[in-house]
């Protein structure tokens, strides 16, 4: 079991920055996929970034690749969204989630995320 706890969403201008942090507890050794979501409304959930890829490189979806740093302090079990240059169109809720590796590897399906927080609402505007 794991548990997640998001914090830090807002409101800000186009070209604002904010840091996400999400506190887990439970069973979070590094077998344990760690990433952000998000879902505008009206939209599919979407993955944004993962922390702990196989390779040990963090993945980015192509939409915030540059503008937004994932990383994970594995002292305080805590991960972190740092997000910058925002935009409008990353207005959405964002979430937390933690899953099993599939073939030695973290993956952005939703399918793939046994555990998920309750969300931190992110709000960009023009």
């Known amino acids: 079991q794991v548990q997640l706890m998001e914090s830090g969403g807002g409101s800000v201008q186009t070209g604002g920055s904010l840091r996400l942090s999400c506190a887990a507890s439970?069973?979070?050794?590094?077998?344990?996929?760690i990433a952000w979501f998000r879902q505008a409304l009206g939209k599919e959930r979407e993955g944004v970034a993962i922390?702990?890829?196989?390779?040990?490189?963090?993945w980015y979806r192509a939409s915030v690749k540059g503008r937004f740093v994932i990383s994970l302090d594995n002292t305080k079990n805590t991960l972190y969204l740092q997000m910058n240059d925002l935009k409008p169109e990353d207005s959405a809720m964002y979430y937390c989630?933690?899953?099993?590796?599939?073939?030695?590897?973290?993956?952005?399906?939703?399918?793939?995320?046994?555990?998920w927080g309750p969300g931190t609402q992110v709000t960009v505007s023009a």
């Open positions: 922390a702990n890829t196989r390779d040990r490189v963090p």
């Open positions: 989630a933690a899953g099993s590796r599939f073939a030695d590897d973290c993956w952005s399906s939703v399918h793939r995320y046994a555990y």
């Open positions: 439970g069973n979070t050794t590094s077998d344990v996929c």
